[in-house]
């Protein structure tokens, strides 16, 4: 089992800065995909980032390629985006995942999942 902790969310303007983190415990996440997604009021959760932990391999959402950056802290199990250039449309529920797939980006392919953090942007 694995446990995901997320922290980070807030209040931001539009164009401004936010990190998000996400603190696994329980069992290791070496060999895990981990992941960010998003769900906003009334739509589906959506993906927007991945890093597979051995490697640091990355892979991005068009629309956050370019302002987001994935990162991983493997001494302390934490998994972080930082959120650049952000936009009144990346406001929602921010949740962090953990998955054995390769980069997944569908829901479906990640077994474990955090409680969620709230990023609302402000125009």
């Known amino acids: 089992q694995v446990q995901l902790v997320e922290s980070g969310g807030g209040l931001v303007q539009a164009g401004g800065s936010l990190r998000l983190s996400c603190v696994a415990s329980?069992?290791?996440?070496?060999?895990?995909?981990m992941g960010w997604f998003r769900q906003a009021p009334g739509k589906e959760r959506e993906f927007v980032a991945a890093?597979?932990?051995?490697?640091?391999?990355?892979r991005y959402a068009d629309s956050v390629k370019g302002r987001f950056t994935i990162s991983r802290d493997d001494a302390k199990s934490t998994v972080y985006l930082q959120m650049n250039a952000v936009k009144p449309e990346d406001t929602a529920v921010h949740y962090c995942?953990?998955?054995?797939?390769?980069?997944?980006?569908?829901?479906?392919?990640?077994?474990?999942w955090g409680q969620g953090t709230q990023v609302t942007v402000s125009s």
């Open positions: 995942a953990a998955g054995p797939n390769y980069l997944a980006s569908m829901r479906t392919q990640y077994n474990y």
């Open positions: 890093i597979w932990w051995n490697s640091g391999s990355t």
């Open positions: 329980g069992r290791t996440v070496s060999g895990y995909t």
